[in-house]
């Protein structure tokens, strides 16, 4: 069915489809690009899908990237970006749950009836201003429905990832799931035991950095998905907390709350500048995982004697934090930060007791916006005392503001010269140095050396030589 309709064209994806046109092939955006303009959004992509075989557009284009070739999957590279460019396709058996043994190249009715949601499944012709539509995709997406193309259980059964992509994009436009669909996914739950950590692990990073995290959790646990992908998270349900911290409820309760408050901040990290923070998707993921796994180490800490207690809980979490991770593939730039964020939130509420120069050392520290951040989203999903935050970003400004020293006080040869030998007991007197410079003991070098003389003396590897 032709729908006619004005919509948007990036110039390089309509350059794409005149040239394809232009040498007697048909050619039309696809995807996602004509699902977001007619929801009113803006896309992030442009994919164009076309008749031209792999070896055509090849012939046709002076840069392409074969990234998918026998899958009729190239990129093209212009001035303006590079597109996906993708021939019609049939496909064969998916004998190992993640693409087909086989493709035959076809036309565009049978290349969308292989697609996996309707509203992912549309055509759009740029000249004659009109959307093709073999599918329903335009009455889902008016109706906000998710649904597959075709039976569900076949869909789900030839790609078991879009069990996870059913719950992404059901949580990114708010659509509602089909209820076949739904069903579908909760019989083949299971089936995501076999996808490969890698693209779950992708999966599960969109939906905690997209500023749709609550709703996707909540997806993944009313499908069964949950218990599958992310059991440690799943654990959390029914985990009691002491209503004085927590009157919110359990863990699990407590934990929807914070990802609920996350993807507001989502919007805000992205349109505001937050010092420290560039706002981008590594940000986002990082502090996505770390709201998600920053209590993933109480349903094991739990105790009751009189009170409610999860003693360590913050170094257990961190354990699973990094296993999680690690089972998942993410990089080692993501695992570090998130690691450190679940093992140290707990301690965050102390830092302004700390000794001036620990607690300028942690301010100047470059994981401190993301401690910033996870603390105030956790008072925010508890009992909303902000009132820590709110003097440690005060602090935090005040730092910012205050340049670093470029030159250290006192160095090693500095020691050495003034009478004290090698050893190990030398760079923690460095180190003193330091901190008393940042409590504003010592602003010279000969304050220094006077103040080393009256912290460490007596003999040993790091003390003062004999004269």
Not at 240 to 264: C, I, K, N, S
Request: net charge negative; aromatic share 6%; hydrophobic share 40%.
């Amino acid at each position: 069915m032709m729908f006619p309709t004005t919509l948007s064209c990036d110039p390089g994806a309509l350059a794409i489809i005149r040239r394809l046109r232009g040498a007697g092939h048909r050619a039309y955006l696809v995807g996602g690009c004509v699902r977001d303009q007619l929801m009113g959004r803006s896309p992030a992509d442009w994919d164009v899908a076309t008749d031209a075989t792999p070896d055509r557009v090849e012939a046709l284009f002076n840069r392409v990237i074969p990234v998918g070739k026998a899958f009729g999957v190239l990129i093209v590279v212009l001035p303006q970006g590079e597109y996906e460019v993708a021939t019609f396709r049939g496909d064969g058996d998916y004998s190992d749950g993640r693409r087909p043994d086989g493709v035959t190249f076809t036309g565009p009715e049978e290349d969308v009836r292989r697609r996996d949601f309707t509203i992912n499944a549309l055509l759009y012709d740029p000249e004659a201003g009109c959307v093709l539509d073999y599918v329903g995709g335009v009455a889902d997406i008016e109706q906000g429905v998710v649904r597959t193309v075709g039976d569900p259980q076949q869909r789900f059964t030839e790609d078991h990832l879009r069990l996870l992509r059913a719950v992404r994009f059901a949580a990114r436009t708010g659509f509602a799931l089909d209820p076949g669909t739904a069903q579908a996914m909760r019989e083949l739950a299971p089936l995501a035991a076999a996808v490969s950590g890698e693209r779950l692990g992708d999966e599960l990073t969109r939906m905690l950095a997209e500023g749709a995290a609550r709703r996707s959790l909540e997806l993944l646990d009313a499908t069964g998905l949950l218990a599958v992908v992310l059991p440690e998270v799943a654990a959390l349900h029914g985990v009691t907390q002491p209503p004085e911290f927590h009157p919110e409820g359990d863990v699990w309760v407590h934990t929807l709350a914070m990802l609920g408050t996350w993807d507001a901040r989502v919007q805000a990290l992205a349109r505001e500048r937050v010092p420290g923070l560039a706002g981008d998707a590594s940000d986002c993921a990082i502090l996505g995982w770390a709201v998600l796994l920053h209590d993933v180490g109480k349903p094991e800490t739990r105790t009751e004697d009189g009170r409610i207690c999860f003693y360590g809980h913050d170094a257990a979490g961190a354990t699973k934090a990094e296993a999680i991770l690690t089972r998942l593939r993410r990089a080692t730039k993501l695992i570090r930060p998130v690691v450190a964020l679940v093992a140290g939130h707990m301690h965050f509420v102390h830092v302004p007791d700390m000794r001036e120069a620990k607690r300028r050392r942690f301010l100047r520290d470059e994981g401190f916006p993301y401690h910033l951040e996870l603390h105030r989203l956790d008072c925010e999903g508890s009992h909303g005392k902000l009132g820590v935050y709110t003097q440690m970003l005060q602090a935090y400004g005040q730092e910012l503001a205050t340049p670093p020293p470029r030159q250290p006080l006192l160095r090693g040869d500095d020691l050495l010269a003034a009478g004290y030998q090698p050893g190990p007991q030398m760079g923690r007197m460095l180190r003193a140095v330091e901190d008393a410079r940042l409590e504003h003991q010592v602003d010279t070098r000969d304050e220094a050396l006077a103040w080393v003389r009256q912290q460490f003396t007596g003999g040993g590897s790091g003390g003062r030589a004999e004269g």
